[in-house]
């Protein structure tokens, strides 16, 4: 059995893995308690993450940082 990487979890979490790979994360993480507690230690991460920039994505992007891209955008025409 394979021992997961922090890319594994991620793309678990993600939901970017195919069926193949997602049953065999889930068999370690069944069988594994180190896996499945760093597994928990992700999802809480994910979750913190969530919870303190969420907000932001709805945050209309500043006037001068969109002055900035126009500018750039202008000089590279």
Known sequence: ???LTM???NAY???ALNDEEKKEVELVIKTDVEAAALLQQYRQHV???HRI???VLNEPVPERMLDLLRRRRSESD
Request: charged share 40%.
């Open 53 to 55: 920039y969420d907000g």
């Open 1 to 3: 059995m394979k021992r």
């Open 7 to 9: 890319s594994d979890i």
């Open 13 to 15: 979490l993600d939901g």
């Open 47 to 49: 979750q913190e993450l």
